[in-house]
Structure formats: structure tokens, C-alpha cells
């Protein structure tokens, strides 16, 4: 397999990965909390996300908390100086080159993406819920009113 090959099946997982960061991150109405971090590690010297303190969802990490990369959506379709592209490298050269390696490092980055989405339609559900229960409350509300308009008149 040639390497070019190898480094467009990680980019294709790259792009999954940012495309999830994506869903997660997005606003809910009404608003709810960031799910905890999970972190995963890509080949042995790789973690996603980066925690220093508080989460950068964009950011995988090298071991130590150095290198680190850009996991952006908008560098992975631009050709001149692309910063996603380091990460790529990074990554085929932690494995050698290896498409047994790569393979495991591109599942890796699939099983956080598929985490990233299923934390964002948990995000979605717990929106419905909240207005679910507001909806609940505020009949209330109007039922009471309405009862009180009647024992006045």
C-alpha cells in the first residue's frame, strides 16, 4: 500500500473525528452542559482530547503534553499549509508506515468520532427533555390561572 494511501484513509478518520467534535460542540436550545471528557489514546504516543486544565476538543496531544495538533474541520480542505497535515504525518510515522498500525490508529480515531456523536444526541435528548418539563410546568400555570379567573368571576 502506497503512502499516500495510508495517509488519506487517517485523513478520511480525521475528518469523521472533526465532523463529530462538530455535532457535540454544537448549541442546544435549551442550553445543556459539555458531556466529561473521555480520553483516548491514538497508537501509544497520541491522546484526543487535550487537558490542561480545561478541554480542548480541537487539540490531540503527543504523550506529555507535547506536540500537539490541530483536529479542526476547516484545515482538512485546505491544500497550502495545512496544519492538519502534521497530525497525519505525525501519525503515519508513529506507525511506521504500517498498514496494520495505521488501521488501528484510524479505528481509534472512528471509536472517539462515534463517541462525539453519540454524546451529542445524548446533548440533543436531555435539550427535549428540559422542554418536556418546562412544557409540563407552564400548562400548569395556565391551568391555575385559568382556575383562578373562574372562582373570581
Not at 497508537?43 to 480541537?58: A, E, K, S
Not at 435528548?125 to 395556565?142: D, G, T
Request: aromatic share 8%.
Amino acid at each position: 500500500m502506497r503512502k499516500a494511501e495510508l495517509e488519506q484513509y487517517l485523513r478520511d478518520a480525521l475528518v469523521e473525528l472533526a465532523e463529530g467534535i462538530e455535532q457535540m460542540l454544537a448549541e442546544t436550545n435549551p442550553h445543556t452542559p459539555l458531556p466529561r471528557p473521555r480520553v483516548f489514546k491514538i497508537q501509544r504516543r497520541f491522546l484526543w482530547p487535550r487537558i490542561d486544565g480545561r478541554v480542548n476538543w480541537w487539540v490531540m496531544v503527543g504523550r506529555g503534553g507535547w506536540p500537539w495538533y490541530e483536529v479542526d474541520p476547516r484545515y482538512f480542505h485546505r491544500e497550502a499549509s495545512n496544519p492538519a497535515e502534521g497530525l497525519v504525518k505525525a501519525l503515519l510515522q508513529a506507525s511506521g508506515c504500517q498498514p496494520a498500525r495505521v488501521i488501528q490508529a484510524a479505528a481509534q480515531i472512528r471509536a472517539a468520532a462515534e463517541w462525539c456523536r453519540k454524546r451529542a444526541e445524548g446533548r440533543r435528548r436531555h435539550a427535549e427533555e428540559i422542554l418536556r418539563q418546562q412544557r409540563r410546568a407552564v400548562e400548569k400555570i395556565e391551568t391555575d390561572r385559568a382556575l383562578k379567573a373562574l372562582s373570581k368571576s
